[in-house]
């Protein structure tokens, strides 16, 4: 993972949106390096997609932070649907 990631965000999202949508970024980043619990990563997602409703907007902001942060946002989230409750996620070796 690279340091000083770019996280995409929109000017006209309130304070707390942007919080919201950088802590998202940040956990799917965490998940790439160690075990993230799956109710960590889908609560936040549940916010993201609150507030980045388009899957158009979606798709393009994942795509975006993927390349920068060297990650992969869906098959992060994906992972933690298929997951039982209580369990972790740790994506790291795991092919982007």
Excluded at 66 to 78: F, L, P, R, S
Aim: glycine share 6%; aromatic share 8%; proline share 3%.
């Amino acid at each position: 993972m690279k340091e000083n990631v770019n996280i995409p965000i929109s000017m006209e999202w309130t304070t707390q949106e942007i919080i919201d949508v950088t802590t998202f970024f940040q956990v799917i980043e965490t998940a790439h390096d160690k075990a993230v619990p799956r109710e960590d990563i889908l609560g936040l997602y549940g916010k993201f997609k609150e507030i980045v409703p388009s899957k158009s907007e979606e798709k393009q902001m994942f795509r975006q932070f993927d390349e920068d942060a060297e990650v992969n946002c869906w098959k992060t989230v994906q992972a933690a649907r298929k997951a039982e409750a209580g369990e972790k996620i740790n994506m790291a070796g795991r092919s982007g």
